[in-house]
């Protein structure tokens, strides 16, 4: 499984961006996926997941109203609208898709329950 991800880039505090992740190779189907993003000196850290469905999503509190994720018609495709961006979302954003079961919010943010990792693509907020 390949885990594409894009949208990445420079933006102005306040400003939004919207990043994409798309799943290709080996087909699975009732997979979650998930956002992590990794500041330099810092441990990856959890943003966001959506179940399969797309009926749940979770959110970390420091972007929880502020990001959205959302899954395309096709499931494979995950996106991250990130609007009131702010100069600590600066990070490398990897995109991450899990298999097998998760229950709640505890579950999802946990990196270890994740069985494939994108690349990763840069966000810059200038203040």
């Known amino acids: 499984v390949q885990l594409q991800a894009s949208g990445g880039g420079l933006v102005q505090a306040g400003g939004s961006l919207r990043l994409s992740c798309a799943a290709s190779?080996?087909?699975?189907?009732?997979?979650?996926m998930g956002w992590f993003r990794q500041a330099p000196g810092k441990e990856r850290e959890f943003v966001t997941a959506?179940?399969?469905?797309?009926?749940?999503?979770y959110y970390a509190d420091s972007v929880n109203g502020r990001f959205t994720i959302s899954r395309g018609n096709a499931k494979n495709t995950v996106y991250l609208q990130m609007n009131r961006l702010k100069p600590e979302d600066t990070a490398v954003y990897y995109c991450?898709?899990?298999?097998?079961?998760?229950?709640?919010?505890?579950?999802?943010?946990?990196?270890?329950?994740?069985?494939?990792w994108g690349q990763g693509t840069q966000v810059t907020v200038s203040s």
């Open positions: 190779g080996r087909t699975f189907s009732n997979y979650a």
């Open positions: 959506i179940t399969w469905s797309g009926d749940n999503t």
């Open positions: 991450a898709l899990q298999l097998g079961y998760c229950s709640g919010l505890g579950c999802y943010r946990s990196k270890s329950r994740y069985d494939y």
